[in-house]
């Protein structure tokens, strides 16, 4: 087998005030390539108004097989949400 | 199957059962894994053979506007093939690995694509009919159970549908046109009907991988319940055509509500996904001319190119 191209992750911001958002991957030799690329075939239709594009062995990614433990921190603090308080029904807007 | 396979592949089953996506790194069965890897790159390599019966007739389009109309749904198709090809990918195959049994003929891709696009009504036939009964599947497996293809499913419905309506303008265009015109359209549609309708695949009782697939809800809905819906559109914009679908036994069932249709030719099918079709070999040699002889040098200088640049900017930095 040849030596493939490298693979890239795609970031599209759809407009301004908008989160980057991932799109999809794509083959490029580098990173202009890649830009180039991606602007191809996730924007041909305005899609998009900014790109990013990295490659994808520099993502690290939490592993689903310790999705709870890792997780689990977040688990039992209710008191992080507004519900967990009670506020007399006079105060209308809190 | 120990213990702890055999939790794990509970687990897999309660996430299809309550519609959860199944993503990349999760735990799988490895026949899911392989059913995906094998359904979704015959999908790429089909969006991309299909790209050239309809290259075909990029030069030869009768005017600007059906030029430009024709070259991005060409286009479009490409995007669907690199879709594709990096949903299968997040499986654990290589897009090198795909090309090779694309190229090989180890790989399957839609038989239709071995049939060939001998005048200009066959690009409104292709759209209306190639592309409508894709949609029926596509859209279908927008609801996939494998979340990076159900995600690659969404994106290309949205660009599939503009490739079925310039289809039908363009039949719409010859039918409203001389005699010589509609005759040409009604001829499309003669040689096209049956080859779309063999597009869903074998019959229900025939299909050898439908059953697991619908367990595993990579499938949706089953090859015959697509057809019976493709062809109860279909019939009902032949007529707004005026055209004649070339199937005596096909009639409108009340009692059913939905049409009744001929039987189709079985034969014809396996002959064709044999390779015995009319352009199966060119559409292999197009492919291979394409990806080895025009294609590996340039993917090559590319990556010479990209070695030295970032060597030099490396030195650039020292
Ligand atoms: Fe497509
Ligand atoms: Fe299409």
Redesign the interface.
Known sequence: ?????P?WEVFVRSKAGLHHQH?????A??EQ?ALENAR??YT??QEGISIWVVKSEYIT?S???EQSSFFDPAEDKVYRHPTFYDIPDEVKHM | MTAKQKNLEDIFLQKIDAEVKI?P???MPDAYRKTLVRQISQHAHSEIVGMLPEGNWITRAPSLKRKIGLL?KV??E??HG??LY?AA?TLGT????MM?ALNTGKAKYSSIFNYPTITWADIGAVGWLVDGAAIMNQVMLTRTSYGPYA??MV?ICK?ESFHQRQGFDIMMTLCNGTAQQKAMAQDALNRWWWPSLMMFGPSDSESQHSEQSMIWKIKRKSNDTLRQQFVDAAAEQAKVLGLEIPDPELQWNEEKGCHDFGSINWDEFWQVVKGNGICNRDRMKARVDAYETNG?WV?EA??A??KK??QSSIHKVA
């Open positions: 087998m040849k030596a493939e191209w693979l799109v999809g991957s794509l083959h030799a580098d390539m191809d075939v041909r239709r990614a592993s689903p097989e | 993503e790194k999760d735990w991005a286009q479009d490409a995007g690199l879709y990096s990918e290589s897009r090198g690995e090779d995600r690659a994106r660009e590996s993917r590319a990556t190119y990209a640049q970032s």
